[in-house]
């Protein structure tokens, strides 16, 4: 399975400030996705990155909050913007291999104080 | 609505005793399930996914269309079994969406 890196691991950050996350992949990958876990919650899907084009948002999240590039097919990053204590989750990159299978990152660990 | 419910958020079973994860799901389509795992300070990983019905880790789950339930088993529970599990669905519009349940954390005592 591919092998997928995030940076930062974690962060704290003041509120109204902003934190880029990156997504790197080792191998090309056609779909990448972004999750949010809340704490003591499960996994929400944010966002499918295209490559290519504008990513793909589910309800309930707006690109003014969380923008996202896909320069490449092993290259992404999730910003989340203006951030308030809300925002404090953890944030998982994955890629979805040929298989229809999806394999997740390490996770980016934000506290927004 | 797509949805998958776990109704356990904690299973305690001892050591060598079977284990069952319960996992509901609602969607009209038909969809892939999978069991991922997320053991103590690593990450998510794929347990087992329905469509390749293979058993890992002596880790066994069966899609039950009738009861709309894939519940996973293990026959004898051991200590590195303790961990967070997520049942989750991928629906049939290709969109590769993965809707997760709140997940269940196993804790196998000695």
């Known amino acids: 399975s591919a092998v997928i890196s995030q940076k930062p691991s974690r962060d704290i950050c003041q509120r109204g400030t902003s934190l880029t996350i990156q997504c790197q992949v080792d191998?090309?990958?056609?779909?990448m996705f972004w999750y949010r876990q809340q704490p003591g919650q499960s996994l929400t899907l944010i966002a499918t990155?295209?490559?290519?084009?504008?990513?793909?948002?589910e309800s309930g999240f707006v690109i003014d909050k969380f923008p996202i590039s896909r320069p490449n097919l092993t290259f992404s990053t999730l910003t989340v913007s203006n951030m308030s204590p809300e925002d404090s989750s953890i944030y998982l990159c994955?890629?979805?291999?040929?298989?229809?299978?999806?394999?997740f990152g390490p996770g980016t660990r934000l506290t927004v104080l | 609505a797509q949805r998958v419910t776990q109704p356990e958020k904690l299973l305690s079973v001892f050591k060598g005793a079977p284990v069952e994860l319960k996992c509901n799901y609602s969607?009209?389509?038909?969809?892939?399930l999978f069991w991922y795992v997320q053991y103590s300070r690593q990450r998510l990983q794929l347990l087992l996914r329905?469509?390749s019905r293979e058993s890992i880790k002596g880790f066994t789950a069966d899609l039950n269309k009738g009861e709309t339930s894939f519940h996973l088993r293990k026959p004898f529970a051991q200590e590195e079994d303790s961990a967070m599990y997520y049942c989750?669905?991928?629906?049939?519009?290709?969109?590769?969406?993965?809707?997760f349940g709140q997940g269940t954390t196993l804790q196998v005592k000695p």
């Open positions: 990155a295209n490559q290519g084009s504008e990513a793909t948002y």
């Open positions: 994955s890629v979805e291999e040929n298989t229809d299978t999806q394999y």
């Open positions: 989750a669905l991928q629906g049939s519009s290709n969109t590769g969406k993965l809707i």
């Open positions: 329905h469509i």
């Open positions: 969607y009209s389509g038909s969809p892939e």
């Open positions: 191998s090309q990958v056609t779909m």
